[in-house]
């Protein structure tokens, strides 16, 4: 009978209209569209499963004996299933592909068993609902149970069918059916405690474990937790009720599996943020007033009692006086009412410790789980939660030391710095401080002992003295020396390490050669040609350490990650440096061979601060991250270009040279060369780029006197006689019709991005040479990253764009501007920010908290914002930045001047990592505004308005962004014409 079968379906395959097929679909494989495409693709792929399943069945002989793996035909349909689990697929592409897995499951009611049959339409049902298509899931599901009812159940393992009933329960909960849905979850989960094989109070799950063969072995335990999950979002059942019905037993289906524990992790963070938002409102607030009142109640009564009962001591008033019997009364309502009081008050503050106990507990049983991905989200929400109850609750340091040593390191190294910046020297007699240092300097010995990139920024801590002399006000920097002895006690723990004792050795030769560099004096009227490396102090001790040590890590290599590349070693120096053509700190451009032949060209800075560079660069990787576990941002390719800055000293540090590019103010008008800039190359006949700089000048002198009318006449008077040219120089750059539609691809997608997480995360100062041009692929890189945070509003003259969209950007859009495809990435980006704006708020969280981070516009960042720009000449303004591929530049200061070197009240600044306390330092309150600023972004709020969609939200910083009336009152050094 089976061989009967299989003759008649491979017949069938191979009639005429089959034999024809292939080259149909081949002469279809022309040049066509890529929708059209993936349609011939899938018509091919349709006849391979065909020809697969023919070859499967009749390999079924007749009394042949069962493969350890099946029949060939069940081998084929698990690998079929795995096929649609292992594939995360968008919306469109499940629907181009739908036809295949329709002749797949064709082939299957033919060929395979019942119980196979079911588990692919569950796969399918499951793999449609992911992409974003619940509706088409619950029609393949509707048919699986069809199919179901026709070959009865008996021969299916229940497990099979649980499945399939969980699977739509979760497409009923997609589509809003929400009370359907957690009927149906409720009930799979009962039948499953009921059999004794299902997680239910007191019970495990190990009897449903491992027996289907088409999905996840620990689905129970998901399926349970998940439930969990969506009935504390409905409010249908108490949270302890499913914390203990549903959470609690879902984590002993499969102590490995981390999502019910990042599950139950969630549940109790939602419940602890629930909890201090409560305690933060006006009702608590109100009910603290009463309970003052109160006691001042209680006061007041026992005073008066205590006066008549010395009146009656003295035998002036009468002992059975019913004035005092009614005070005594009154204190014992009064007395009860304070004592339920403070009991009510004492339960809530125990509730958020205890909450935040156990929701660290269970992100840092997660953490211990190296295998997971996606952790960011849970590490951030980890060191979020130490650091703010710390201080309150001193056993949540100990439950963080107990995980330390199972702790995977790598969910941890983004974070490196935010760790590094928190150490210190408290006071001896501080027990809880010291606890929480002693903790602090585990983790980073734990987290840098498997990833040595970590050693940087222990080492710019340990290098917070290293002020050269000579440097202005060098002699007013206040060095930590808090910082610095706990930076040199994780050192030293760090070298009893038999594997970490060459590294930091070389750490350390690196870094001093780096800071020699950094200082060493450059005659800044002749900085022309090479220089000999040899003669900068320290560089033949780097010789020596290479020839002997062939694991020198680069610094500025891509950071390691899990399951990743090595990191990049150094093989040698090329023994010549160059001087950036521009800058007042003379930045040194030095080039260097790893291991593997490349060649990598590093900025050596001095006198210039890097550690906030640093911390954005940081949070661009994180962002990057949130791209990349999202379907709908990976199809657009959504990723925003970080590139690595790593500090040295509070005023000197090295960074990652961003090859083939230029900044767009080099560009566009030439800076020192204005000859050489686009505008004059292409339109002669206009305006030049210093006439425009004038007449804005003006104009600002003008507006000052007479309003601002002034402003808005002088940027139309340069728009009419300074056109853009971004679209010709596409031409020009980019020749062939494939480069210059790419490019104009990636343009678009490069701008979209920067612009939105700009708008988010409130980065300022976006003048055309902290932006810069890749002459390869077309795309925007953003430099200097000074201001942030909408730091720019605090300007003397404020920032009113929310981001850079002038008009040389937009005319590198094409004919539809701001309309086309950049309007579509920018919502798409906005979407998915939104979509995971817990991520983003808790990495914020643990950024704009970092002591390193400044809150305060120092001096020096006011005068290169405001003012310095106007006494320097426009070339020299424009062209700070010119030699700066990755960090500070500025068209109005002086290049990399140090914080430290600044002005005395700049030295206390935490942006030197000397925070010193002082009166009204309200660093905290800004991180806070700060805070709630990326929050409201992100749920739409937006000048007046507290709830836009995403189209309205983003049409709306569109216009800001192009809007003549703002960009006219910008600072004439930020170039809007341009």
């Known amino acids: 009978m089976a061989r009967g079968r299989a003759g008649g379906l491979k017949a069938e395959i191979l009639e005429q209209p089959l034999v024809n097929f292939v080259p149909e679909v081949a002469q279809s494989l022309g040049p066509s569209s890529s929708e059209r495409f993936s349609e011939n693709v899938v018509r091919l792929q349709m006849l391979g499963s065909a020809l697969a399943a023919a070859e499967a069945t009749s390999t079924a002989t007749e009394g042949s004996k069962s493969t350890p793996g099946g029949s060939a035909m069940d081998r084929l349909a698990r690998a079929w299933c795995r096929a649609l689990q292992d594939t995360d697929l968008s919306s469109q592409q499940f629907l181009t592909q739908e036809p295949l897995h329709s002749a797949r499951s064709a082939l299957l009611s033919l060929t395979a068993s019942p119980e196979q049959q079911l588990r692919f339409s569950t796969s399918l049902a499951a793999s449609a609902r992911s992409s974003g298509q619940p509706h088409r899931a619950l029609g393949w599901l509707d048919q699986a149970q069809r199919d179901l009812k026709r070959s009865g159940s008996a021969a299916l393992q229940r497990s099979d069918v649980l499945r399939l009933y969980w699977e739509r329960a979760q497409c009923l909960w997609e589509i809003n059916e929400q009370r359907e849905a957690l009927a149906i979850a409720k009930a799979v989960t009962s039948e499953a405690a009921a059999q004794g094989k299902g997680p239910g109070p007191g019970r495990s799950s190990s009897g449903l474990l491992g027996q289907s063969g088409s999905g996840p072995k620990n689905w129970v335990g998901r399926a349970v937790s998940l439930t969990g999950m969506w009935l504390a979002e409905s409010r249908l059942e108490d949270n302890d009720v499913v914390r203990r019905s549903y959470f609690e037993p879902a984590l002993l289906c499969d102590e490995s599996d981390p999502v019910p524990r990042r599950q139950f992790a969630d549940f109790l963070d939602e419940q602890l943020a629930a909890e201090v938002v409560r305690q933060k409102s006006v009702e608590h607030s109100l009910a603290r007033d009463l309970h003052n009142n109160t006691q001042a109640e209680l006061k007041s009564v026992r005073s008066e009692i205590q006066q008549i009962e010395t009146l009656i001591r003295a035998r002036r008033r009468d002992p059975k006086d019913p004035e005092l019997g009614a005070l005594r009364e009154q204190e014992r309502k009064l007395a009860i009412q304070c004592e339920e009081d403070d009991q009510k008050f004492e339960e809530e503050t125990k509730r958020i410790r205890d909450l935040a106990r156990g929701c660290i507990e269970q992100c840092g049983k997660c953490l211990q789980l190296s295998g997971d991905k996606g952790l960011t989200k849970v590490a951030c929400r980890f060191l979020s939660l130490w650091f703010d109850y710390s201080s309150d609750c001193p056993e949540i340091t100990e439950t963080v030391k107990k995980c330390i040593p199972l702790l995977a390191p790598f969910p941890m190294t983004p974070f490196i710095y935010q760790l590094a910046s928190r150490l210190d020297t408290p006071d001896q007699a501080n027990v809880c401080a010291w606890d929480f240092q002693r903790t602090l300097e585990s983790l980073l010995v734990h987290v840098i002992s498997r990833s040595a990139h970590g050693l940087w920024p222990l080492l710019q801590l340990r290098n917070g003295d290293q002020i050269p002399h000579g440097m202005r006000n060098a002699s007013r920097h206040v060095a930590d020396q808090g910082k610095i002895s706990a930076s040199e006690r994780v050192m030293a723990e760090l070298r009893k390490r038999q594997s970490m004792g060459p590294v930091l050795e070389a750490a350390e030769v690196l870094s001093k050669f780096y800071i020699n560099l950094a200082f060493r004096s450059i005659d800044k009227k002749n900085r022309e040609g090479l220089f000999d490396l040899r003669a900068i102090e320290g560089y033949e001790n780097v010789k020596l350490l290479l020839r002997k040590n ?136 206009d305006w030049t780029h210093q006439r425009c700089r004038q007449t804005m000048a003006s104009a600002r002198e003008i507006a000052n006197q007479q309003g601002p009318e002034a402003l808005k006449k002088g940027l139309e008077e340069c728009y009419d006689n300074f056109k853009p040219v971004m679209h010709l120089i596409f031409l020009e750059k980019f020749a062939s019709p494939e480069r210059w539609h790419k490019a104009r691809r990636d343009y678009a997608r490069s701008i979209a991005v920067s612009s939105i997480v700009g708008y988010i995360v409130g980065i300022g100062d976006r003048h055309p040479n902290n932006v810069l041009f890749d002459q390869n692929t077309g795309e925007l890189v953003h430099i200097d990253f000074g201001i942030t945070f909408d730091q720019g509003k605090a300007l003397r003259i404020p920032e009113l764009v929310p981001f850079r969209l002038s008009r040389d950007i937009v005319d590198g859009l094409g ?75 500025g068209s109005a200061a002086p290049l990399g001047q140090s914080v430290a070197a600044a002005s005395p009240s700049a030295q206390s600044g935490p942006e030197n ?66």
């Not at 080099?666 to 204005?674: A, D, E, F, R, V």
């Not at 995971?836 to 809150?855: N, Q, R």
């Open 913 to 978: 990592g000397n925070r010193v306390p002082r009166k009204g330092d309200d660093g905290n309150e800004k991180a806070k505004r700060a805070v709630l600023a990326v929050k409201g972004k992100l749920c739409g709020a937006h000048g007046t308005a507290t709830a836009l969609n995403v189209s309205a939200h983003v049409g709306c910083i569109i216009h800001e962004a192009i809007d003549i009336n703002n960009l006219s009152k910008m600072f004439y050094g930020w170039s809007p014409w341009l």
């Open 815 to 889: 004919c539809l501007g701001t309309c086309g495809q950049f309007r579509r990435l920018s919502e798409t980006t906005m979407e998915v920010l939104r979509a995971s704006s817990s991520l983003i708020t808790a990495v914020v969280e643990v950024f704009v908290h970092d002591p390193v981070y400044f809150w305060s516009m120092s001096w020096s960042r006011k005068v290169r914002q405001d003012g310095a720009a106007a006494a320097e000449g426009p070339e020299q303004a424009s062209g700070n930045a010119r030699s700066n591929r990755i960090g500070r530049s």
């Open 550 to 685: 062939s694991q020198v890590l680069l610094p500025t290599g891509p950071p390691q990650t899990e399951g990743g590349p090595p990191p990049l070693t150094i093989r040698h120096f090329e023994e010549s440096f160059s001087v950036a053509a521009q800058g007042i700190s003379a930045p040194k451009i030095i080039t260097l061979q790893d291991a593997s032949g490349r060649h990598h060209k590093q900025v050596v800075k001095g006198h210039d601060d890097l550690r906030q560079d640093a911390v954005i660069q940081q949070l661009f990787r994180l962002l990057n991250d949130v791209f990349a576990d999202t379907a709908q941002s990976r199809q657009a390719d959504l990723r925003i270009r970080p590139f690595q800055v790593v500090p040295l000293t509070p005023c000197a540090g090295i960074a990652e040279w961003v090859s083939g590019t230029e900044t767009l103010g080099q560009l566009l008008t030439g800076n020192t060369k204005p000859e050489q800039g686009a505008h004059a190359v292409y339109r002669r006949q």
